[in-house]
């Protein structure tokens, strides 16, 4: 069946680094575009970054956040560098069919706490 696995979240200092990994199963893997998403209590669960074939990011994260996918290892990963506390969420992990858009998967999530 189909799986997407988040891991690498924690606890990090502000301004620390932190490595988000998600590894896909039961798709084609090719097809997809892959993102991150990010939700905090209380608001809105927001996109942070994409991959199709080149990567976007929210403003917030920009040139802090790198998004980077191995479509060989079926992975999608995520750099977060230079965190701050309202960095802090639940990263959840995304593919979406890149012609069939309806078609939509979503990881448990893993949670990023920035604190000192």
């Known amino acids: 069946q189909v799986q997407l696995v988040e891991s690498g979240g924690g606890l990090v200092k502000p301004g620390g680094s932190l490595r988000l990994s998600c590894a896909a199963s039961g798709f084609t893997f090719s097809n997809y575009a892959m993102s991150w998403y990010r939700q905090t209590p209380g608001k809105e669960r927001e996109l942070v970054a994409t991959i199709a074939n080149t990567p976007t990011y929210a403003d917030s994260v920009k040139g802090r956040f790198t998004i980077s996918r191995d479509n060989a290892r079926k992975t999608v990963d995520l750099q977060l560098n230079s965190l701050k506390p309202e960095d802090t969420a639940v990263y959840f992990c995304?593919?979406?069919?890149?012609?069939?858009?309806?078609?939509?998967?979503w990881g448990q999530g893993t949670q990023v706490t920035v604190s000192s």
């Open positions: 995304n593919a979406r069919h890149l012609l069939l858009t309806r078609t939509v998967y």
